[in-house]
């Protein structure tokens, strides 16, 4: 049972190449919290973090960059050849991450909380969870997908995969499997179906729960997005993007496994978008698109000031917006919102500058804000 007797748990877990990813971020949409685990142990062991001096006292300096950060890469060579070495690393990192997980569920205000863990089973995680979710590929789709999208060779790929208990296994363990190797829609059916039954809810909620309108500034509306909207999100994706770059419907139910949209509306017709995802506590805005007749200085604050809202329900400490030149320029509408231009370097914490250098578009300008005063995890 859950240590968390107000919430339900759902444990989410595959090995890697399976999309773990993707399904937590459906199941966001859905109206979840979603916790990262494997983001939080590489938090766990960076500079000024707990982990850190335990992890470069046992494995060595050589494993540091020019910067003094752990070479991630490196340690992963290392502990993914060794069994031992590997156990050694998560003796250290899966305490840390336990009592993080902890405290910020603690602090989550949804009735709902996925956490994402490769090693969920093999951890005491199991124990506390109410559901365990699997999602599973054939390996051969593993390969394929660590070779184009992680761009390991396929020696690294099938160490890496070997490194970790069969799917077998895990799927022996689990109370829902999650099949990924179809379309996204088909994975889409199949995380609705097993969510209704954790959270039963009438089926015509999943379509109308994104879609609460919140009226504000005259004739202008915003919606929350979801993947029944695909087509007309990228009909403005055609229509606005200054790259020309064509959008399928696809394309964009391909992209709700990593952001959430907002649409602005006059009327029944919409005329903007913003795009956005939240990772590891920092929302990251990636697409803000507006039709010409838009008022700026009215449409900009009611998508910013709404995908603010969202993120600090779940708990961010920062946002980071990433902005063509064109609306870059509008820098007195940015101040008046709290955002100042910056780069990724200049954040001071390391994981605002990796989510920064991870998420920054070619071409755009990052500006920043912080969205709370204190830090969820400076306690750990």
Known sequence: ???????????????????????????????????????????????????????????????????????????????????????????????????????????????????EAIKLLESNLKDKVNSVWVV?????????????????????????????????????????????????????????????????????????????VQTVVGELSLVRGNPRNSDEIAALFNRLSPNGRQFTRTDIMEAFGEKAFLLLKSGEKSLGVLGWQVENLVARTTDVLLDAILPFEKAVPLMIKEMEKASTELQCEVSLIFLNANLANRERIWESLGYEKRTPETLGVRAWMEAAQDSKPNGTLLFFKKLRVDRILRPI
């Open 1 to 115: 049972m859950s240590n968390w007797a107000d919430k339900t748990i759902i444990g989410l877990t595959g090995n890697i190449g399976t999309g773990k990813s993707v399904v937590r971020r459906m199941l966001e949409h859905l109206g979840a919290f979603g916790i990262d685990a494997d983001a939080l142990a590489h938090r766990a062991i960076s500079k000024g973090a707990p982990g850190y001096p335990k992890v470069v006292s046992q494995f060595g300096r050589w494993i540091l960059t020019s910067d003094g950060e752990i070479d991630r890469g490196r340690l992963g060579r290392l502990v993914f050849s060794d069994p031992e070495a590997l156990k050694i690393l998560e003796d250290i990192v899966h305490p840390l991450v336990s009592k993080a997980i902890d405290y910020i569920i603690s602090r989550s205000q949804k009735s709902v909380v996925v956490i």
């Open 136 to 212: 599973y590929v054939p390996e051969k789709v593993q390969i394929d997908r660590l070779v184009k999208r992680r761009k390991m060779d396929e020696t690294e790929a099938r160490q890496r995969i070997q490194s970790q208990s069969p799917q077998v296994v895990k799927m022996g363990a689990a109370n829902v499997v999650i099949n990924n190797d179809g379309s996204v829609e088909d994975t889409w059916k199949q995380v609705l179906r097993h969510w209704q039954k954790v959270v039963p809810l009438p089926s015509q909620l999943f379509e109308e729960k994104a879609a609460t």
